[in-house]
């Protein structure tokens, strides 16, 4: 393994943990003033212009906060469940392509840091783990409100895991990989050539899948704050409270670029454009998890498991079976 | 609404009607049936509009508080103040203590005693806001409108006993005089047409 590549890869890590960091804060603040706009609110406008440096302020408060462990919590569990969250978050991100590669220095950079043959599989598997943050998190603080949240975490868990593979068999089965890359060189050919268009069903259930992965409204039961206080987190305060909350707009970033680059093209060719294509399409996709927020009602967990079971799984199934046969003539 | 749909008093017939819902459905064929018109009925996208619509409007309700405040209605009641007679400066109070025996809370202390002109002073009056339930009735009681209730809501301090004081509640002396102490039109104040409506003493018994 030469120098080079490990240089170039702890930087790759580093800028990742930093944009993305940096992004999940810039997230919640984004998230405030769309959600204000959207019920006639100004949302937060004190701390510096427009309230911009709002950011800052959460960010020291959550930095200087005093770490509390209740009593009778199993401490180290309740300790590294937050620490799972985050780090699995960017564990996942580690096999998505932000960018199409670019030349810097005479140097060509590919931002994506392990283009590895099974990208999906892995992406999905390591942020399937991030939900023992909240399950450990929530069995581990002897705390009712956590307990139910780790409940209905096991519920949701189990259903939205099998949507969100079997939504992306039928992708799969057309493209022949695994790897992100491979999905992106497939839809080159321009916007008709997405996958959206030929797999419609399951660009449908795999964003469903993905409102449930990422727990947001209208899937947000697992810290349902008006429900169950903050679930798992109610027993939690300062920084572990943070990383669970980096965790979960980390993922929703991620889970952005997973739909903008399996359905919705990626990069393209991987020109400039094609680079703010991308970012334009994830800032959308990101922008519709706050939109919807803001316009739709929570379900029940059992309304979602109904969902996901009686109705989801079974058009996923069907999807995959006509693909099939239309592949097959 | 108009101020005849107000004053009718019979709402149940002017503005209530029945929204029609349909029965749950009790067949299995009737769930399949709900479920899918609930799907591709596209009410999802109804709500996404109108909070897209209203994020394009761009129509802010927010009131900036400690920048912008909101009027406070003349019959709000909020932390008392004692007037002064206008001109003079006087304080208005004459010590009955009629609020003293209608609280209903019991929190106005009060002591009085004659001054050099036989004339009664009031030597010590607090009102303990921890236990006052702003019912008013202490301003509505007060035959000379000395206790008035102010519109002042924001009270911060590290003692709640910091503004229960007399003097603190007192208008300021030059106000009262330069005629800037304002006439309280809440709560037991005299309204309008008191003049056409008082009735002379018969003083024949
Ligand atoms: S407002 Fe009511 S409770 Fe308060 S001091 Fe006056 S009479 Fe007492
Ligand atoms: S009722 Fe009015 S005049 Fe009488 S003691 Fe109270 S404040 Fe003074």
């Known amino acids: 393994m030469d120098i080079a590549f490990l240089i170039e890869t702890v930087v790759k890590i580093v800028v990742i943990l930093l944009v993305f960091s940096a992004l999940a804060g810039f997230g919640t603040y984004f998230e405030r003033k769309v959600l204000a706009f959207m019920q006639r609110r100004l949302g937060p406008m ?6 911009l440096l709002q950011i800052a302020a959460d960010g020291i408060k959550l930095f200087t906060k005093e770490d509390i462990v209740p009593q009778n919590v199993v401490g180290p569990i309740f300790k590294i469940a937050p620490v799972i969250t985050a780090a699995t978050a960017f564990m996942a991100a580690a096999a998505i392509p932000f960018m199409p590669s670019f030349t810097m220095f005479g140097y060509e950079v590919h931002p994506i840091l392990a283009d590895i043959n099974i990208g999906i599989l892995y ?5 399937g783990i991030g939900l023992y943050g909240p399950l450990l998190g929530g069995l581990a603080s002897a705390n009712k409100w956590a307990l139910i949240s780790t409940a209905r975490a096991a519920s949701i868990f189990i259903s939205y895991e099998v949507i969100t593979g079997l939504a992306l068999l039928a992708p799969l089965m057309m493209v022949g990989s695994l790897s992100l890359i491979d999905f992106n060189n497939y839809q080159v050919g321009g916007i008709a050539s997405w996958i959206v268009w030929s797999q419609p069903v399951a660009f449908v259930l795999f964003v469903i899948a993905g409102f449930a992965e990422t727990g947001r409204t209208p899937f947000h039961l697992v810290a349902n704050d008006h429900e169950i206080i903050d679930g798992f987190g109610t027993e939690y305060s300062g920084m572990r409270w943070g990383l669970f909350f980096i965790g979960e707009y980390a993922n929703m970033f991620f889970i952005s670029f997973v739909i903008a680059i399996l359905f919705l093209g990626g990069y393209g060719d991987g020109s400039g454009l094609g680079a703010l294509a991308l970012l334009a399409k994830v800032s959308f996709i990101f922008f519709f998890f706050l939109w919807t927020r803001a316009a739709w009602p929570d379900v029940r967990p059992d309304q979602l498991m109904w969902l996901c079971w009686k109705v989801l799984m079974p058009i996923a199934v069907i999807n995959i079976v006509i693909t099939g046969i239309v592949m097959m003539f | 609404m108009s101020l005849e749909q107000f004053q009718d008093r019979n ?38 509009w109108v909070v897209f619509r209203e994020m394009i409007k761009f129509d802010i309700h927010t009131v900036q508080y400690p920048k912008e405040k909101l009027p406070v209605g003349p019959r709000y009641r909020a932390v008392h103040e004692m007037q002064r007679l206008f001109e003079s400066g006087t304080e208005r109070c004459i010590g009955c203590g009629l609020c003293e025996k209608i609280c209903i809370s019991n929190c106005i202390r009060m002591e009085t005693k004659l001054d050099e002109n036989s004339r ?12 006052c339930i702003f019912c008013g009735y202490c301003a ?13 809501y924001e009270n911060v301090s590290d003692q709640r006993a910091h503004f229960t004081d007399f003097s603190d509640m007192l208008t300021p002396i030059d106000a009262a005089i330069s005629g800037t102490q304002k006439e309280f039109d809440g709560f037991g104040a005299v309204t309008p047409h008191e003049d056409e409506r008082v009735k002379t003493t018969p003083l024949a018994y």
Not at chain 2, 14 to 33: A, C, E, L, R, S
Not at chain 2, 120 to 129: A, P, Q, R
């Open chain 2, 140 to 152: 509505e009681v007060c035959p000379e409108l000395a206790i008035v209730h102010g519109p002042r």
């Open chain 2, 11 to 48: 709402v149940a017939e002017q503005n209530y009607f029945h929204v029609d819902i349909p029965d749950y459905p009790t067949t299995g064929w009737g769930k399949v049936k709900r479920a899918a018109s609930r799907t591709f009925k596209g009410e999802l996208f109804v709500g996404l």
């Open chain 1, 123 to 127: 992406i999905l598997g390591v942020m």
């Open chain 2, 120 to 131: 009664k002073l009031v030597t010590d009056y607090t009102i303990n806001l921890g236990r």
């Open chain 1, 46 to 51: 004190h701390v510096g212009p427009y309230g």
